[in-house]
């Protein structure tokens, strides 16, 4: 069966759709992140550390305050990658919040979740303390977060000796290290699979045993240019790679 001129349409339609909504689940990130961050600088502000000793466990206190914060940057998060995974209007509810819940090589999306909020928790210890050395005056540290949340080390090494030691693992500085980048990428590509297997689900039901896959950009990619072209079912990929903007069109073939 060749696809219609309708079909392939509806396809490319549906993609911009799911790209439009993998980026209204990162604007969602940035508005909480900066959230977050405000309540904890204010938070930081009521404790009386010292600039060279600062750590969130510095006062129980302030340790108990930051972890609710924490915990509600959590939930919100996953809120909001299922609300905007939800948004395809395709599957059911409970079928897509059951895919968002299994195990992606090894890890379930809330256990990723919670490995990038724990960095990002360190990064914005880090910095905070790295403010408060340089002597940046207390009502100016959110302002110094809202330029840098994207990329924090740029802020937090840019003096020796004003950085406080990340906790835990050595994650290095790597712009694919941030937390931002890594919870940014989760949210869009749990976004992402979601959609596509929502659509897989319909098409399977409506009887499809095989796809086609399109090119859905000009940028090159080799991967996705040897995809080009028919597949059983059974190899569905969800997307090729990572912001991949293929489009699929089901068939019964």
Same mark, same amino acid.
């Given at each position: 069966?060749?696809?219609?001129?309708?079909?392939?349409?509806?396809?490319?339609?549906?993609?911009?759709?799911?790209?439009?909504?993998?980026?209204?689940?990162?604007?969602?990130?940035?508005?909480?992140?900066?959230?977050?961050?405000?309540?904890?600088?204010?938070?930081?502000?009521?404790?009386?550390?010292?600039?060279?000793?600062?750590?969130?466990?510095?006062?129980?206190?302030?340790?108990?305050?930051?972890?609710?914060?924490?915990?509600? *940057?959590?939930?919100?998060? /996953? @809120?909001?990658?299922?609300?905007? %995974?939800? $948004?395809?209007?395709?599957?059911?509810?409970?079928? !897509?919040?059951?895919?968002?819940?299994?195990?992606?090589?090894?890890?379930?999306?809330?256990?990723?979740?919670?490995?990038?909020?724990?960095?990002?928790?360190?990064?914005?210890?880090?910095?905070?303390?790295?403010?408060?050395?340089?002597?940046?005056?207390?009502?100016?540290?959110?302002?110094?977060?809202?330029?840098?949340?994207?990329?924090?080390?740029?802020?937090?090494?840019?003096?020796?000796?004003?950085?406080?030691?990340?906790?835990?693992?050595?994650?290095?500085?790597?712009?694919?290290? *941030?937390?931002?980048?890594? /919870? @940014?990428?989760?949210?869009?590509? %749990?976004? $992402?699979?979601?959609?596509?297997?929502?659509?897989? !689900?319909?098409?399977?039901?409506?009887?499809?045993?095989?796809?086609?896959?399109?090119?859905?950009?000009?940028?090159?990619?080799?991967?996705?240019?040897?995809?080009?072209?028919?597949?059983?079912?059974?190899?569905?990929?969800?997307?090729?790679?990572?912001?991949?903007?293929?489009?699929?069109?089901?068939?019964?073939?």
């Amino acid at each position: 069966m060749t696809p219609t001129r309708q079909q392939i349409t509806d396809a490319k339609q549906y993609v911009l759709d799911r790209v439009e909504a993998e980026l209204s689940s990162v604007s969602a990130l940035d508005t909480r992140l900066l959230r977050a961050a405000r309540d904890i600088i204010r938070i930081a502000r009521k404790y009386n550390v010292p600039p060279e000793r600062f750590r969130f466990s510095a006062d129980t206190r302030l340790q108990r305050e930051v972890d609710t914060v924490i915990a509600r *940057l959590k939930e919100e998060i /996953l @809120s909001d990658i299922q609300t905007c %995974s939800l $948004a395809s209007g395709k599957s059911g509810r409970e079928e !897509v919040i059951a895919f968002l819940e299994e195990k992606q090589y090894g890890k379930t999306l809330r256990q990723r979740i919670d490995t990038y909020a724990r960095r990002w928790k360190y990064e914005i210890e880090a910095f905070i303390a790295a403010a408060l050395i340089k002597g940046i005056a207390a009502t100016s540290i959110e302002n110094a977060y809202r330029q840098h949340y994207k990329n924090p080390y740029a802020f937090i090494n840019g003096e020796k000796g004003a950085a406080v030691r990340l906790q835990g693992a050595s994650y290095g500085a790597g712009r694919s290290n *941030l937390s931002y980048n890594m /919870l @940014s990428s989760l949210s869009r590509n %749990s976004v $992402a699979t979601a959609w596509m297997h929502a659509d897989r !689900v319909e098409a399977e039901r409506g009887g499809a045993t095989g796809f086609y896959s399109y090119r859905g950009s000009s940028y090159p990619c080799t991967y996705c240019d040897s995809k080009v072209g028919y597949h059983p079912i059974s190899e569905f990929p969800g997307t090729w790679h990572p912001r991949c903007k293929c489009y699929f069109i089901f068939v019964n073939r």
